[in-house]
């Protein structure tokens, strides 16, 4: 049987999550928190208690090469810290 590779306890988290360090108090920002195997999970930090987005290592990478690529004035995609 192949092991979900989303499934992950918090308890398992490499790292506490992590945010932009020049967003401030009441910024709106996501959370990047690494997991075994190179998941990667995504949540919201004003509300920690919501599901977060799980990526694979690979979606993780092409998630960031979309970021990268996408124009300045993207409507979607906006103000990006540098991935």
């Not at 092409?62 to 995609?77: G, Q």
């Amino acid at each position: 049987m192949t092991q979900d590779p989303y499934a992950f306890d918090q308890s398992e988290a490499l790292h506490a999550p992590a945010k932009s360090p020049t967003s401030g108090q009441n910024a709106q920002c996501v959370t990047v928190q690494s997991y075994p195997r190179g998941v990667v999970h995504l949540g919201d930090d004003k509300r920690p208690d919501l599901a977060k987005l799980a990526f694979t290592p690979g979606e993780w990478n092409r998630f960031r090469e979309w970021m990268r690529s996408a124009p300045d004035d993207d409507p979607i995609v906006g103000y990006r810290p540098e991935l």
